[in-house]
């Protein structure tokens, strides 16, 4: 089955600074990507998602690119805020659209 | 509109006992999910319906879990002679289906086993 890998688990930058998160996964068939943004205590949030058909996606500072040959994608984050501390998950979703698996997560903090 | 919802939010239960946990989904959504968060970890998928229909059920962790939705809106997920290994938030979410895979979480249900 599909098994998604997240790097790295934690992650401390600077206000200002970009922040990177990279995911793999096994699956080849897998052709949806969406990372979600989890704050304490509340329930994850879609913030972007890419499609196996698209190479990049941008979204004012956040940005995804997958690489399907090597199984690679990556959440960037530029000019980052204190707000953007959270928790952030990578998945993979099948061909339907429906069975998800998501990375472990990696837990951002900005500091001011 | 209304979001996905979920109840209880908290559940405290003895070791041994079943437990029922019900999702709303959002009205019109034909996809429903549930989700296992222990404390600090990520997300371990369950199983997912399209409409009534749960075509992969081998994300349940064991027999003692199963899980139903009937009339494509409501599920529920009971499990059976809980552990202390199953406290965990659980979280549904639901997705319009067809070519809009975009799920949306409810707030969880944190089931405290004693």
């Known amino acids: 089955g599909e098994n998604v890998e997240q790097h790295p688990s934690t992650l401390s930058v600077q206000e200002g600074d970009s922040a990177v998160i990279k995911c793999t996964y096994s699956?080849?068939?897998?052709?949806?990507f969406p990372w979600y943004k989890q704050e304490l205590g509340k329930r994850p949030q879609l913030i972007i998602d890419?499609?196996?058909?698209?190479g990049e996606k941008k979204d004012q500072r956040i940005a995804v690119t997958l690489n399907k040959t090597a199984k690679h994608f990556s959440l960037h984050i530029t000019e980052t805020q204190p707000e953007d501390s959270a928790v952030y998950f990578c998945?993979?979703?099948?061909?339907?659209?429906?069975?998800?698996?998501f990375g472990a997560g990696t837990r951002l903090f900005v500091k001011a | 509109g209304a979001g996905v919802s979920q109840s209880p939010s908290n559940k405290v239960t003895e070791k041994g006992k079943d437990v029922e946990l019900r999702c709303d989904p959002i009205s019109g959504h034909t996809a429903l999910y549930w989700y296992r968060q222990s404390l600090g970890q990520g997300l371990e998928f369950l199983i997912y319906?399209?409409?009534?229909?749960?075509?992969?059920k081998s994300g349940l962790p064991s027999d003692r879990f199963s899980a139903e939705r009937t009339g494509g809106s409501v599920s529920t997920l009971t499990i059976q002679r809980t552990q202390q290994e199953d406290s965990a938030v659980y979280l549904c979410?639901?997705?319009?289906?067809?070519?809009?895979?975009?799920?949306?979480f409810g707030p969880g249900t944190r089931l405290t086993v004693t």
């Open positions: 979410a639901s997705s319009k289906g067809g070519s809009s895979y975009e799920q949306y």
């Open positions: 890419i499609r196996s058909n698209v």
């Open positions: 319906f399209q409409g009534n229909s749960a075509p992969d």
């Open positions: 699956d080849s068939a897998s052709n949806y």
């Open positions: 998945a993979a979703t099948d061909t339907g659209g429906f069975k998800t698996i």
